[in-house]
């Protein structure tokens, strides 16, 4: 949430603000915009980093007892940052900034994000092996879909859950058949729609007939709103699902058993 700040909400009111409340230029704007963005975001992520690099195995993933042991959230926080950064770079070094260049900040969060949780949920839907070690998944050992590993480590780190909520997690997923179904289902609905969403944005930014001030408006803000909105319906709805099937088991199990 603090890379989504940063990157779509921070830049769109303050590029709106300075170019049409203050009639400042482009390249001044976007060097306070570079300036400031990233700061809770790069605190937040060597945060994280630091509790994975430590000896103590609490925060690290399950089966990973080395010093150095990113989990795979680590590793798509890189990408992320590395993208939204460069392009902040690129676009706002020139004295004439390239604004639609500034305009993919948005679209990149997807594409870093949505693009790793969709090739984990193809992993594990055709059920092939994890090729290096992904957070608690061994090498060798089955891939788990991709909403699962971002849950887990940012709950696990970010959250401290640690191992404790690792073991939780996992023992929760392999217990419940609604519970694996909802995940499942969520890591399509997060990684498609997501992977659609960042096409259509960079569609609308790259072509020349959208005016580039409303360009950066739809690459920086609409995207996400949209996207969240549905994506809170969606969980809200797995979730109630959920809870009904849960109960009506545990009426089943009752008049069963005679409790």
Not at 99 to 116: E, K, N, Q
Not at 151 to 162: K, L, R, S, T
Not at 168 to 182: D, E, L, V
Request: glycine share 10%; net charge positive; with cysteine.
């Amino acid at each position: 949430m603090l890379m989504i700040f940063d990157a779509c909400i921070v830049p769109i009111l303050l590029y709106y603000a300075m170019t049409y409340g203050g009639n400042v230029q482009g390249y001044i704007t976007f060097a306070v915009v570079t300036a400031i963005w990233g700061g809770p975001t790069y605190v937040e992520f060597a945060v994280r980093s630091l509790r994975l690099i430590k000896k103590e195995y609490f925060y690290k993933p399950l089966g990973a007892n080395q010093k150095w042991a990113f989990d795979i959230t680590n590793w798509i926080l890189v990408l992320t940052i590395a993208a939204i950064t460069s392009l902040l770079i690129v676009g706002a070094a020139p004295h004439i900034v390239f604004l639609r260049v500034l305009s993919m900040p948005g679209p990149a969060i997807l594409y870093c994000i949505a693009g790793p949780v969709f090739l984990l949920s193809l992993y594990s839907a055709r059920g092939w092996k994890a090729p290096f070690r992904i957070s608690s998944t061994a090498k060798g050992e089955r891939v788990l879909p991709g909403i699962y590993y971002i849950v887990e480590d940012i709950i696990a780190v970010n959250a401290g859950g640690g191992r404790p909520f690792r073991e939780g997690w996992a023992a929760r997923y392999n217990a419940s058949p609604i519970f694996r179904k909802m995940i499942r289902d969520q890591s399509w609905f997060w990684s498609i729609p997501g992977l659609f969403v960042a096409v259509a944005c960079t569609v609308v930014i790259v072509i020349h007939p959208v005016p580039q001030g409303v360009a950066y408006g739809i690459g920086t803000f609409m995207y996400l709103r949209a996207f969240h909105g549905l994506t809170s319906l969606r969980m809200g709805s797995s979730l109630c699902m959920g809870r009904y099937l849960g109960r009506h088991y545990r009426t089943v199990g009752s008049i069963r058993f005679g409790k």
